[in-house]
Structure formats: C-alpha cells, structure tokens
C-alpha cells in the first residue's frame, strides 16, 4: 500500500498569515493514464471531510482562490495564501492512483 | 444539489451484522463510482470499499476484506454496504462518497459502534 506522510501535523497561524502543509508518498502517484491522482480534503469540526483540491492543483467548485495546491510525482503542497477563521479544521492528503489512501491529517489552528 | 444520504448505524455487538444504505440524489447515480470512508472516534480518514458505476470492480481495504460487502442498486440511486463479523475497531461514523479518483461529494456519515 501506499503510505502518504504528512507534515506537520499541527500547525498554529496567526490570521491573515500564510500557512503550507507537506504531503509525501511512498511513491510516486503517477497513474499509467497519465494523471496523478492526489487530492487534498477539509473536514471542519463537526463536519464531514470535503475536497478542496483533486489531481494535485485543481481547486474544486467553490473553493476559494487563497488555496492552491502544487508537486509532482512523491511531493506535493497545499497552500493557504491568507488564514481566515473559517480555514481552522484538519487537512488530509488522499492518494487515489493505487487503491487509496490518506495522510495523518494536519489540525490547523489559530494563534 | 448533490445529496447523500446515510442510513443504518447503530450499536451492534461483536461478530454481528449491519447493513448501511446510502440515498443518492442531484447527479446521475448509475454514471459515479461510490466509496465508503470511515473515521474512528477522534482518528483519521479510513478508506474502506469503493464501487464501479456498473459494479464490475470492487475494491476492500485489507481490514475488512471477507467480512464487508459493497453493492448498489442504480434504480433506487442506492449504495449499500454489508458489514458482518464486525469487531470493536470496526467503530467509526461511516461516510458515503461519491467519485473514484475525485471523492467530490461526502454525505453526513452514520455511526456504527461495536460493543457488548
């Protein structure tokens, strides 16, 4: 299986700031169709999960613009280019190229 | 607007047996792969069962493989999911999720505690 690491797995930002999440995978996510499927999900308390980004740096219906995800082949980032409060929840990295698979999650606070 | 439903949890003892259901509606059910995720109390996302669109390929993470059964049903726009010989650490909310490679819609989960 696919093993996909997170890091970090807290991470406390002072609003307005940027904040970034690491995700790596075993290796790589490259399909044999060609797409690598690497998608990255938030799950607010309480909430069910909801994808944010899917195959690496498509940012799904309604997602906001301040977040972008980017890599290639065992390494990818998501990025939130300015905290607001709505943001605080936990983020996972989900592979689905070999079965599927999800990071540790990281919690997202604020300061 | 997309909707799924979860249906069934509930408290079970071990070794015994529960089916969960899940209501589609807003899309062309019988055109989507659909999966199970699960998420244990306080834990982490856990990939379960996924389902082709037609039902010709399935997919079981290896801690519930011989003992869980995915299946549908496209003309009641209806996910299914038999689980039996179910353990303490089978004790999660269990999710209904619509896509393969893009899990693009999540229902609001059901609750399926193991305990004696």
Redesign the interface.
């Known amino acids: 299986?696919i093993v996909m690491t997170q890091t970090p797995l807290s991470s406390p930002v002072t609003l307005g700031q940027p904040a970034s999440i690491s995700c790596r995978s075993s290796q790589s996510l490259v399909?044999s169709d060609g797409?690598t499927?690497l998608?990255w999900?938030q799950?607010r308390p309480g909430q069910?999960?909801?994808?944010l980004i899917?195959?690496i740096s498509n940012r799904?219906s309604g997602v906001p613009d301040r977040f972008s995800g980017s890599g290639a082949g065992t390494d990818f980032t998501l990025k939130i280019s300015r905290v607001e409060a709505e943001d605080v929840g936990?983020y996972?990295c989900?592979q689905?190229?070999q079965?599927?698979?999800?990071?540790?999650?990281t919690r997202l606070e604020i300061k | 607007e997309v909707q799924l439903v979860e249906s069934g949890g509930g408290l079970v003892q071990p070794g015994g047996s529960l089916r969960l259901s899940c209501s589609a509606s807003g899309f062309n059910f019988s055109s989507h792969a659909m999966h199970w995720v699960r998420q244990a109390p306080g834990k982490g996302l856990e990939y379960v069962s996924a389902l082709s669109n037609i039902g010709g390929s399935t997919y079981y993470a290896d801690s519930v493989k011989g003992r869980f059964t995915i299946s549908r049903d496209n003309s009641k726009s209806t996910l299914y999911l038999q689980m039996s010989s179910l353990r303490a650490d089978d004790t999660a909310v269990y999710y209904c999720v619509k896509g393969w490679a893009t899990p693009d819609y999540w229902g609001q989960g059901t609750l399926v505690t193991v305990s004696s």
């Open positions: 299986d399909h797409n499927y998608n999900l799950q069910p999960p909801r994808l899917y195959k799904f936990v996972y989900m689905a190229t079965g599927a698979t999800f990071g540790q999650g």
